[in-house]
């Protein structure tokens, strides 16, 4: 794999892994909306939409997010899929851990910083078998 490519899924990892948390924390309050409509359906649906599209704090870290799955597609037209896919996405479960870090969610202790640093000598064995 290529060096751009690699670049490129590192790109989309820190995308789509970063904008995760962001989206549960702009989406909170979201509950109290759909409490309003116990039964479901159209309305609770549209009111549910309302809600997070009129949040900049869930439709920034979105845009963002989709961007990310732009790059990835197109990552995917020009790389391997057997090294893209399990890089780009073990290194969102990463990303998406320290920014949840960075805003203060717990990450699971121990175990959480030894799956990290496993993700992590996987995607090098990966890139430098290659």
């Known amino acids: 794999m290529r060096v751009e490519?690699?670049?490129?899924s590192f790109l989309v990892a820190i995308c789509w892994g970063s904008t995760n948390?962001?989206?549960k924390l702009g989406?909170?309050?979201l509950d109290k909306v759909s409490e309003k409509y116990p039964?479901?359906?159209?309305k609770k649906w549209l009111a549910e939409l309302k809600y997070l599209f009129t949040k900049w704090q869930y439709v920034l870290p979105l845009l963002l997010n989709l961007s990310g799955s732009v790059v990835y597609y197109y990552t995917l037209g020009?790389?391997?899929?057997?090294?893209a896919v399990?890089?780009?996405?073990?290194?969102?479960?990463?990303?998406?851990?320290?920014?949840?870090l960075c805003l203060g969610e717990k990450i699971?202790?121990?175990d959480a910083w030894l799956g990290m640093g496993l993700v992590v000598a996987g995607?090098?064995?990966?890139v430098t078998g290659n």
Do not use: Q
């Not at 399990?86 to 949840?100: D, V």
């Not at 995607?123 to 990966?126: D, F, G, S």
């Open 123 to 126: 995607v090098a064995i990966c």
């Open 5 to 8: 490519k690699v670049i490129l």
């Open 21 to 23: 948390p962001l989206i």
């Open 108 to 110: 699971g202790g121990k």
């Open 78 to 83: 020009k790389s391997d899929m057997s090294l």
């Open 39 to 42: 039964d479901g359906g159209f």
């Open 27 to 29: 989406s909170e309050g």
């Open 86 to 100: 399990p890089i780009t996405n073990s290194l969102t479960f990463i990303f998406s851990l320290l920014t949840g």
